[in-house]
């Protein structure tokens, strides 16, 4: 099953020279030329039924902490949505189908007399005959249910940008954060409450 809500992201940054001292011209010496600022982000907020929302632009200062908070925004948004499902949505042929089916649609089980009417609590349509307990193991909770923060090449840089914004933005004070690290710098994914940071380039090894 699709999760109900998906989030693609990226980041932009700028390459700004650091001011130091000058080494001695008669020695040998190793000098950082530059680093890397956030300067924008863009994101897309996903529905299982590929309906996707506008692009969400911002450029300008202290772009993680902006994106931490309009994330934050955006699961209550996806939240509130999750706690009023959709009516489910049958037509003829989706009653005639009901009816007639023999298997549950979920776990290819023989149905028997145990049956009901399973719907998409996004959209209401109707997705098939299943078993009661199977349905329920399908349910959506609001408050619990994963959402999918997609970034390409997480692990070796946006994962640096937001975990070095975490401790300074207001977005992650009283949130439950977890991690699954490759070692102390680099994290295969990663939880903020219910925003699931994965990187598709594990999943998809080349460009975008």
Do not use: W
């Not at 529905?47 to 309009?70: C, I, N």
């Amino acid at each position: 099953m699709r999760v109900p809500y998906i989030i693609y992201a990226d980041f932009e940054a700028l390459n700004i020279s650091i001011e130091g001292c000058a080494g001695n011209p008669e020695k040998s010496y190793t000098r950082q030329i530059a680093k890397k600022v956030p300067c924008s982000y863009c994101y897309v907020v996903a529905r299982s039924d590929d309906v996707a929302k506008d692009p969400v632009l911002y450029r300008g200062e202290k772009a993680v902490e902006h994106f931490l908070v309009s994330l934050q925004a955006e699961l209550q948004e996806i939240r509130e949505v999750l706690r009023k499902p959709a009516d489910m949505i049958m037509t003829g042929t989706d009653q005639k189908a009901f009816c007639e089916a023999a298997d549950c649609h979920i776990c290819g089980e023989a149905l028997v007399n145990d049956r009901v009417r399973d719907h998409c609590h996004i959209t209401g349509k109707y997705r098939g005959a299943a078993h009661n307990a199977c349905n329920l193991k399908l349910r959506i909770y609001p408050g619990k249910t994963k959402v999918p923060e997609v970034l390409h090449n997480l692990r070796d840089y946006d994962g640096h940008l937001i975990m070095s914004a975490l401790g300074v933005s207001k977005a992650a004070e009283n949130q439950k954060i977890s991690c699954n690290p490759n070692n102390m710098e680099k994290y295969m994914t990663f939880s903020i409450s219910q925003l699931q940071f994965i990187d598709s380039l594990q999943f998809m090894n080349s460009s975008l």
